[in-house]
């Protein structure tokens, strides 16, 4: 049985719904999605960004020029709460 990890499947989820920015930075929480994100072949640009507020404001802004779903990604922990602003904001 080929078994998929959570960052595997994460990815692949976002490849099926034609995803192709992710905006974020890494962090220790989230080094299983990066993981998977380097050894995938899924077509999507990751997006370094300065910190978690920068990402979703990119992500909104993606959104709202595109018309398409912008994605922000931050680690857990102080991570999500810098990443709240944006979110509301989207």
């Known amino acids: ?8 499947a994460l ?8 995803v192709e920015y992710i905006f974020g ?4 929480t989230s080094l299983p999605f990066y993981d998977a994100l380097y050894r995938l072949d899924h ?4 997006i ?6 920068s990402a979703a404001y ?3 802004a993606y959104a709202r020029v595109s018309g398409r779903v912008g994605v922000c990604e931050g680690p857990s ?7 709240l602003p944006g979110v509301v904001e989207a």
């Open 77 to 83: 922990g102080g991570g999500a709460t810098y990443i």
């Open 25 to 28: 930075l890494c962090g220790d």
């Open 58 to 60: 990119m992500a909104d």
């Open 1 to 8: 049985m080929n078994e998929l990890s959570g960052g595997e």
């Open 48 to 53: 370094l960004t300065r910190d978690e507020r």
């Open 43 to 46: 077509g999507i640009t990751h």
């Open 11 to 18: 990815v692949r989820m976002l490849q099926q719904h034609g």
